[in-house]
């Protein structure tokens, strides 16, 4: 089984960084991914790590330590924009299926 | 080059009635996976198809839901008999076959209420 755990929500300011925690227990793992999720909207994809370390993206960064269990996603120089729930998931070893974390609503104030 | 298509964006049925939601994979995508989103929650994993196959149902309510995804046309979630705990956005997303590289693309989901 997979058991996946992010905070509920966050509040950042605008210009400011923010880290959102994820930390997992699975019994396969293939890849860890974060998504954006807009009130009323699809999930977009942001960030794959399969590889120990930190993947740089523009503003967005994503770290993984396999041998923790323990992901994080870095957001810089926050804009009103990033108001928005960021989605933790865990790919499995049989292929492309993700299973998701409840999701961070992070808010960020002026 | 469309990406995921799911159709209805919006759906409002009866409790009692039948619910069909339908979702066009991207080109060349032959494996598709449909996803359920309760308000302020996460997105629950529900079944893992490929055309014509079942894969992994493990999500599906054992009962009312069912799901295919024929030769020819969309993937199909039919939910029968809709309560109000269904009330939902479903989304579909797909990949490529054995693709373990790109990650998954979803569709805009469809939001059902029942009423």
């Known amino acids: 089984g997979q058991n996946i755990d992010q905070p509920t929500e966050m509040t950042a300011t605008e210009g400011a960084i923010v880290q959102i925690n994820c930390t997992y227990q699975?019994?396969?793992?293939?890849?860890l991914f974060w998504y954006q999720q807009h009130a009323g909207e699809a999930p977009t994809f942001l960030s794959y790590?399969?590889?120990?370390g930190l993947e740089e993206k523009g503003r967005f960064s994503s770290f993984l330590s396999r041998s923790k269990g323990y992901s994080y996603l870095l957001l810089k120089e926050l804009q009103m924009k990033d108001s928005a729930s960021y989605l933790c998931?865990?790919?499995?070893?049989?292929?492309?299926?993700?299973?998701f974390g409840g999701g961070t609503r992070l808010m960020v104030k002026p | 080059n469309a990406g995921v298509m799911q159709n209805p964006r919006h759906l409002v049925r009866r409790r009692g009635q039948e619910a069909r939601l339908r979702c066009s994979p991207m080109?060349?995508?032959?494996?598709v996976y449909w996803y359920r989103q309760l308000p302020e929650e996460g997105l629950k994993f529900m079944v893992y198809?490929?055309?014509?196959?079942?894969?992994?149902e493990s999500g599906m309510p054992k009962e009312r839901f069912s799901a295919e995804f024929p030769k020819e046309g969309p993937s199909i979630l039919r939910i029968q008999q809709v309560v109000r705990g269904d009330s939902a956005a479903y989304f579909c997303?797909?990949?490529?076959?054995?693709?373990?590289?790109?990650?998954?693309?979803f569709g805009n989901g469809t939001r059902l209420t029942v009423t």
């Open positions: 080109k060349g995508h032959s494996h």
């Open positions: 699975t019994s396969g793992f293939n890849g």
């Open positions: 998931a865990v790919r499995d070893n049989a292929g492309n299926m993700l299973t």
């Open positions: 198809l490929q055309k014509e196959n079942i894969i992994d």
């Open positions: 997303a797909s990949s490529p076959p054995r693709s373990t590289g790109p990650p998954l693309h």
């Open positions: 790590n399969v590889l120990d």
